[in-house]
């Protein structure tokens, strides 16, 4: 049995000046992902280790991390998928660090709940007090579905360079969820997030890197989310056509992250 | 980190949790007092990180009676699947209430699967005598979660702690005073206190590591609340599903079996043709489950090499792999990603895993515990509408409907009460036991390996089939584990210290784990989930009763109540 080099990240805002990297080592058994090492470490290693995680299965968004550089989901990471001979895993970038691994995530919940994230109606007694659904065609669910498998993990915010340079913008998890309600044909808040988000610092911030679609583990593409409410604003129709040319794949960058299209979801 | 005076904050609801239950009964506090009410969810998670989101394939509504759906169907077959445990009266209540809760979380954005013509589209499920299994892809716990937290963010009044670990319920003269927690950014140690409570603090399937349930799910509310004086009911009936994969018991979803998956054994055969030969591999859990272990257990398993464990096929080839890849999406990206197996090509190796505990704080048919201003809801509550063995897709549904009744009974009960008064004394002794105890306690045992060991022995003696002389070695073991000298941190820091949440998380494991036991080897009967090997059969006669064990000074007490019985009279289960 080989063990794998596990680097990780330790910082104690009370006690350490410096960030460190701290190495364990840890027996491999098959199949074994990032977060089975790390916990291997921090249960018979170091019980001082601190990380987010719970339901080991990519759907809860807990364990986004660093792992060899890259924003990725610990346990949707295969020790034997990483190149090279050592784990390193370190906090997602664009937040601040609470402890080794754990990340403030507070004002990017706040960005989420200030694009109004919910069905907006006008027919409030039926929304509250319902006698039946609203219809929606299959096709018209498929339309936004890869924007609804967002869980909220944080990657595409790390990785994004407007984030890193603008603190209103409000990222690309945002601004994808904007897309997300304001394209869903059952809502008609579309005009007031379109009101919140068509400033400087808003949409307009977004120059298309591409690195957020690029990571994201759950086949949500937030660059064609902002390119289509872009494309929104300047026409002044709902944006409903997500299914049509898709801006990302014309601009040359890959549409989704691997691990994506058909076989990824929540 | 001990301070002289434990902080105290002010709420007029207090909930402890923030899955389906947490969060519904949160929206439905605030909606009935039209914002008024001010509402706290605390959670040692991000709200929105809880285990709800692992639930995959549905939530059991009648939608469609003009097309021969009943809630009288509904309700029976909730009934039959309990094996006759469930209380009748409460599953009445329960069906009538599904089909708003449908229409309500789709008018609140949730995007269920649709049919051609736009309604919703619905399912078959195991143990149902109609397609009732609402779903939206195969995330429908997910969805419910997103749609309740971004709704929750809408309504006023509601205040969330996230990452505060919830230590115990603080009570007087039999009233809900508030609780105590440990904010876990600060470590701080802090009383919050309330009008009235809800405990939605999920089930405690982590008594087990081959099981579906994500790392979170261990048995904090359910200890706390034995504490509190409140008893626990039923929890020798665990639900074991038949389809955990191989090697960590990540759920293959019944819905597998639902779009036309086949269990089959090493000789090649459908074996379940010979244990339920109507409903085949659609059967309830329990007679799945029990009879994969008997092909197992009588050499027509296959063995894992890596972890030993025994396991059977499942086979998805007669879906197709079109079905496959819309239907199954998740489930195939867990195949591969887990497994490195593509099941439109081969067979996943699957076998029983805890997937579900039905018992839980003992609530009536409204969730009110036994302490004035207390309820309790979803998984770490028992109505009991699940009895000896829930059907798949009526959990998330009972989370919703329980959600919103305590949610609405406790904001009636605050909006006609004073402020809360703080009960100094208690707070005082549990900071004690915490950080004099725990945070500064000596030991030369790993927590993490009393763990393990809990574990290892729930797997070998508290599984699907169960023996008298298993289940008194298992309560001999850990009642052992008990004395042991785990109760200390070898963390020593103030922010984010997980491995102190991670010690009191072990000791409410071993409280639970033992009347787990103690209910199981009292139960000289088989019924639903709860297999003897020593007693078959079920016996109405003497068991027709739920179990109750409370906690106090001398150790463990177990007493039984009635079971309603509406209209279903008990008879024998067939499949
Ligand atoms: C893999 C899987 C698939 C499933 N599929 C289905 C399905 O298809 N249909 C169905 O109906 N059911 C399904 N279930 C069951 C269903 O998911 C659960 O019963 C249900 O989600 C439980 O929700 P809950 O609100 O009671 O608690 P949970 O979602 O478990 O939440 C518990 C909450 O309590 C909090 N908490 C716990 N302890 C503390 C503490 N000490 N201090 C503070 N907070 C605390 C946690 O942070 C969390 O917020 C499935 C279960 C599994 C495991
Ligand atoms: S869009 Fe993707 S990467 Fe970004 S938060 Fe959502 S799931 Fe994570
Ligand atoms: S632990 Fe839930 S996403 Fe990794």
Same mark, same amino acid.
């Given at each position: 049995m080989t063990d794998v080099r596990l680097l990780v990240q330790r910082f104690d805002p009370f006690k350490d000046e410096e960030p460190r990297l701290v190495e364990y080592k840890v027996p491999k058994r098959e199949g074994m992902t990032v977060l089975d090492a790390i916990l291997y470490a921090r249960d018979y290693?170091?019980?001082?280790?601190a990380l987010r995680f719970s339901?080991?299965?990519?759907?809860?968004?807990?364990?986004g991390m660093k792992i060899n550089g890259r924003p990725r989901l610990a346990c949707y990471t295969?020790? %034997?998928?990483?190149?090279?001979e050592k784990v390193v895993a370190q906090p997602m970038e664009n937040f601040a660090i609470i402890r080794d691994l754990v990340t403030d995530l507070g004002s990017f919940f706040e960005k989420h709940a200030e694009v109004v994230p919910q069905l907006v109606r006008s027919d409030l007694q039926e929304q509250e007090h319902p006698t039946s659904e609203y219809v929606m065609k299959p096709e018209e669910l498929t339309r936004v579905l890869q924007f609804t498998y967002?869980?909220?993990?944080g990657l595409c915010t790390s990785s994004c360079p407007t984030v890193a340079t603008d603190s209103e913008f409000p990222g690309p998890q945002a601004l994808a969820q904007a897309y997300r309600y304001t394209a %869903?044909?059952?809502?008609?808040?579309g005009d007031g997030r379109i009101a919140i988000l068509d400033t400087p610092h808003g949409?307009?911030?977004?120059?298309? +890197?591409?690195s957020c679609s690029y990571v994201?583990?759950? &086949?949500?593409?937030p660059a064609l989310g902002i390119q289509l409410l872009k494309r929104h604003v300047m026409s002044?129709? *709902?944006?409903?056509?997500? &299914?049509?040319?898709?801006p990302t794949a014309k601009a040359g960058i890959p549409a989704h992250g691997p691990g994506s299209g058909s076989s990824s979801g929540g | 980190m001990v301070g002289k005076l434990v902080e105290a904050l002010r709420h007029d609801v207090v909930i402890v949790g923030s899955g389906i239950a947490g969060l519904r009964a949160a929206i439905e506090a605030s909606r009935v007092s039209d914002g008024k009410l001010d509402v706290a969810v605390v959670t040692k998670?991000?709200?929105? @990180?809880?285990?709800? /989101?692992?639930?995959?394939g549905g939530t059991a509504a009648v939608l469609y009676p003009e097309l021969g759906d009943s809630l009288d169907s509904h309700a029976f077959d909730t009934v039959k699947g309990s094996d006759y445990l469930a209380d009748q009266d409460a599953v009445e209540r329960f069906v009538r209430e599904m089909p708003g809760e449908i229409y309500q979380l789709e008018h609140w954005g949730l995007p269920w699967s649709r049919r051609e013509d736009g309604r919703i589209a619905q399912r078959w499920f195991g143990? $149902?005598? #109609?397609?009732? +299994? =609402?779903?939206?892809? %195969?995330?429908v716990g997910f969805f419910e979660m997103q749609t309740l937290y971004d709704t929750a963010?809408?309504?006023?009044g509601i205040h969330f702690y996230q990452e505060w670990f919830v230590t115990s319920i603080l009570t007087e003269g039999g009233e809900f005073r508030g609780v105590t927690a440990i904010d876990?950014? =600060?470590g701080s140690f802090v009383q919050i206190l309330g009008k009235a409570g809800i405990i939605?603090?999920? !089930?405690?399937? @982590?008594? #087990?590591?081959? +099981?579906? #349930? *994500?790392?979170?799910?261990?048995p904090d509310g359910m200890a706390t609340a034995l504490r509190a004086g409140i008893p626990l009911k039923d929890m020798e009936f665990i639900q074991f599903h038949p389809s955990g994969l191989?090697?960590?018991?990540i759920l293959i979803t019944e819905a597998v079996r639902g779009e036309g998956g086949v269990l089959v054994n090493k000789d090649g055969e459908r074996f379940m043709k010979r244990y339920a030969? +109507?409903?085949?591999?659609?059967?309830?859990r329990d007679v799945v489950s029990r009879a994969m272990m008997t092909e197992i257990e009588e050499g027509r398993g296959f063995k894992d090499q890596a972890t030993g464990l025994d396991y059977l096929h499942l086979d998805l080839?007669?879906?197709?792999d079109e079905k496959i890849k819309s239907r199954l999406s998740q489930i195939r990206e867990i195949a591969i990603k887990f497994?490195?197996?593509d099941p439109a090509e081969k067979p996943l190796p699957v076998r029983p895993v805890c997937h $579900? /505990?039905?018992?839980?704080i003992d609530v009536d048919i409204d969730g009110?515990? @036994?302490?004035?201003g207390l309820w309790a809801a979803g998984?770490?509550?028992?109505?009991?509408?699940?009895?000896a063995n829930r059907l798949g897709a009526n959990s998330t549904a009972e989370c919703l409907v329980w959600g919103k009744f305590t949610g609405a009974e406790a904001a009636r009960y605050a909006a006609g009460k004073g402020a809360a008064s703080t009960v100094g004394e208690q707070v005082q002794l549990e900071e004690k036991r915490i950080f004099? !105890?725990?945070?500064h306690g000596k030991g030369g045992t790993n927590p993490y390996e009393i763990r393990d060991s809990l574990q290892r022995l729930m797997a070998k003696d508290v599984f699907v089939y169960r023996t008298a002389d298993g289940l008194s070695e298992a309560l001999r073991t850990i009642r052992e584990l008990k004395?042991?000298?785990?109760?200390?941190?070898?963390d020593r820091s103030? /922010?984010?210290?997980?491995n102190l949440n991670d010690v009191l998380e072990v000791e409410s494991m071993l409280i639970v784990a033992e009347v787990v036991i103690a209910g199981a080897l009292a139960r000289t009967e088989s019924r639903g989930a709860h297999a003897r090997r020593d007693f078959p059969k079920r016996d109405d006669k003497n068991w027709l009763k739920h179990t109750l064990a409370f906690w106090g000074p001398d150790g463990l007490r177990l007493d039984y109540s009635k079971v309603t019985i509406t209209k279903y009279q008990p008879t024998e289960r067939h499949y």
């Open positions: 290693v170091d019980h001082s280790i339901c080991r299965q990519a759907s809860c968004g807990s364990c295969q020790v %034997d998928e990483l190149a090279g967002c869980i909220k993990c %869903d044909v059952r809502d008609e808040g949409i307009w911030r977004c120059h298309f +890197a591409g994201c583990p759950k &086949g949500v593409d002044g129709h *709902a944006p409903r056509k997500a &299914g049509e040319g898709s | 998670l991000q709200a929105m @990180r809880s285990h709800s /989101v692992s639930a995959e143990g $149902y005598s #109609y397609p009732r +299994a =609402t779903f939206a892809e %195969d995330k963010t809408r309504y006023g876990m950014k =600060t939605a603090t999920g !089930g405690s399937g @982590r008594l #087990y590591s081959f +099981a579906t #349930y *994500a790392y979170s799910s261990t191989i090697p960590s018991g030969p +109507a409903k085949l591999d659609l059967a309830s080839s007669p879906i197709g497994r490195g197996i $579900y /505990v039905m018992g839980g009110a515990t @036994r302490i004035r998984e770490a509550a028992c109505v009991s509408i699940n009895g004099d !105890g725990i945070f004395t042991k000298d785990f109760l200390h941190c070898e103030r /922010v984010y210290n997980t």
